[in-house]
């Protein structure tokens, strides 16, 4: 055989080789209890708040007061928010989440795209290792890690990637990664997020004020550099443009407050207090830094903040959900994932331009 056509051969194998290799995608989502009882919601909570991520205080100072106070406490507060939220097949955030891997696979088969996909949690079940060790079995040697949160910060991201290094350190064959660090200003999702609230006022009608309201964050983590405002204030951004002919004012706040420290402002329920006396007395809120509605969205917004709200003399509150497992959003994150997944599958390297 001539040189040239032999070495041809040879690319031609080592080519086929590299795109033959698996690729599997793992949506990652924060977490949930496993039930709605204080044993579950404490052993949920003593994962999550031991987060060095989540909680950036000396762990000599942090756990006695969190074994000793904070758990005991807020896990029996917690049973009744949980209950009044709990769906048949677990929490609300657990349910959406399969349902957004079951429908982003079932594109993919549509589609004859041979990639499997896995859900974790990064606290609880299902959790990282046994999703990850679940793509290892179906032979996936790439795998495209979608942390499920349009806009980046150090204590949801960042604590994934650090959980999947230290899962991998005790590997010796390990897969390639790839990771999406975020995703809030994506023509899919956005787009999602403005045909979801239109559809939503053209059968209610509109508000005086659209909120959008997004997981709160210690001052101190943004003055150390994280972007998780910056990226907040870019989907602010694109929503105020996508949604300029509607004629809504959209204001944007920040819940979940936890501790006595400085969050980012302004906070959610005393944004929504103070709406009466201005005159504005009908609101919608929708939570753009959730994609599966959850406690914070259903619990906290839907019915703590609309009772706030109407306490302090609003007449009507109005909660947008998550884009769930809305299909236009399938369709956006099959088209984020896609886009990442360029290079490591066959057919989509071959639809390449």
């Not at 390639?176 to 209610?204: D, H, S």
Request: proline share 7%.
């Amino acid at each position: 055989m001539p040189e040239p056509e032999k070495k041809r051969d040879q690319n031609n194998i080592v080519n086929k080789t590299y795109q033959d290799m698996k690729a599997g995608v793992l949506l990652v989502n924060l977490g949930t209890p496993s039930s709605f009882s204080a044993k579950d919601i404490r052993r949920y909570l003593a994962e999550f708040l031991s987060d060095k991520r989540v909680v950036e205080l000396p762990a000599i100072l942090w756990q006695p007061l969190l074994r000793g106070v904070i758990l005991p406490l807020r896990s029996r507060k917690l049973v009744h928010k949980y209950q009044q939220v709990w769906m048949e097949g677990g929490s609300p955030l657990l349910v959406h989440s399969l349902a957004q891997a079951q429908k982003l696979a079932e594109g993919f088969a549509r589609q004859n795209l041979p990639v499997p996909v896995a859900l974790a949690m990064r606290y609880g079940k299902p959790s990282l290792a046994t999703a990850l060790e679940n793509l290892r079995r179906q032979n996936c040697e790439r795998i495209l890690v979608v942390p499920m949160y349009p806009q980046y910060a150090a204590s949801t991201t960042a604590t994934i990637l650090d959980k999947i290094a230290s899962i991998m350190a005790g590997l010796r064959d390990q897969p390639e990664f790839r990771f999406i660090k975020r995703f809030y200003g994506e023509p899919g999702y956005i787009n999602a997020l403005t045909n979801k609230t239109k559809a939503f006022w053209q059968v209610n009608g509109k508000p005086q004020r659209l909120l959008l309201s997004f997981h709160g964050l210690p001052q101190s983590s943004v003055d150390q550099g994280d972007p998780y405002y910056k990226d907040c204030m870019g989907t602010l951004h694109l929503l105020r443009q996508a949604l300029a002919d509607e004629g809504v004012e959209i204001d944007c706040s920040f819940q979940s407050r936890f501790g006595a420290q400085k969050w980012l402002e302004p906070a959610t329920q005393a944004t929504l207090e103070a709406y009466p006396a201005k005159g504005v007395k009908r609101v919608d809120v929708i939570c753009p830094g959730f994609v599966s509605d959850c406690l914070e969205t259903l619990e906290e917004i839907q019915l703590e903040c609309a009772s706030a709200f109407k306490e302090a003399g609003g007449e009507q509150f109005r909660y947008i959900p998550c884009l769930n497992s809305d299909e236009q959003w399938i369709q956006g994150l099959d088209g984020i994932v896609k886009r990442h997944l360029q290079g490591w599958c066959s057919p989509l390297s071959e639809r390449a331009p």
